[in-house]
């Protein structure tokens, strides 16, 4: 479960887009309950106006994440793919959860075009899966997370890339860092590093 993080995700500003490129922390999910950790800790994040991308391809389990963060929330009932409804709204106690999924979006302007624009107003935390799909044209997330499946890990693991674009988010990785998803490097300029 080993991640290694890189020193320049710091910076004094809300967002870090204005800075190079985060480079993102890089690991291993080993199974179900490794994604039901790292959703524990993401969940104590969360907060309205969170924004959270997850990329990968097809059965890389970024629903599944969905669905432990959702359970670390609180929530008791079905979590459903929203790939037909490209959205599936959650009403929990601390705050709304707007779920997308993008994969099945017309053309990169659909989101606006289909009103989805207003779950970025800040008043929500939004989940999308699939931002790829809409172009560029999403505000930048506080986390994103890629996830991918790897023919030389088993079956149910996953390559795991994390980057963070805000303070916020940067907490949130360094929470995902302190929690175990990594060795700790005598530098603390150094951050982490896969063992």
Same mark, same amino acid.
């Given at each position: 479960m080993g991640l290694s993080h890189h020193p320049n995700m710091v910076s004094?500003?809300?967002?870090l887009s204005a800075l190079p490129a985060?480079?993102?922390?890089?690991?291993?999910?080993k199974g179900l309950d490794a994604t039901r950790a790292l959703a /524990?800790?993401?969940?104590?994040y969360l907060a309205p106006?969170?924004?959270?991308? @997850?990329s990968g391809d097809l059965g890389s389990g970024k629903t599944a994440l969905v669905r432990e963060l959702l359970r670390s929330l609180g929530h008791r009932g079905r979590v459903a793919s929203p790939t037909f409804a490209l959205?599936?709204?959650y009403n929990l106690s601390r705050f709304e959860l707007h779920h997308f999924d993008f994969y099945r979006l017309s053309h990169p302007g659909a989101w606006r075009d289909a009103g989805f624009e207003e779950s970025f107003d800040g008043r929500a935390v939004?989940?999308? /899966?699939?931002?790829?799909?809409?172009?560029?044209?999403l505000p930048t997330p506080? @986390?994103?997370?890629s996830l991918a499946i790897d023919p030389q890990l088993d079956e149910?693991?996953?390559?795991?890339?994390i980057t963070a674009h805000s303070e916020l988010g940067l907490a949130c990785l360094s929470a995902v860092l302190d929690a175990g998803f990594c060795d700790r490097v005598p530098s603390p300029h150094s951050g982490c590093a896969a063992p």
């Open positions: 004094s500003s809300p967002r985060p480079s993102p922390a890089q690991g291993v999910l /524990e800790v993401i969940a104590r106006g969170f924004r959270l991308y @997850l959205i599936e709204p939004v989940v999308v /899966e699939w931002p790829e799909q809409a172009g560029g044209g506080d @986390l994103h997370l149910n693991a996953r390559r795991l890339s």
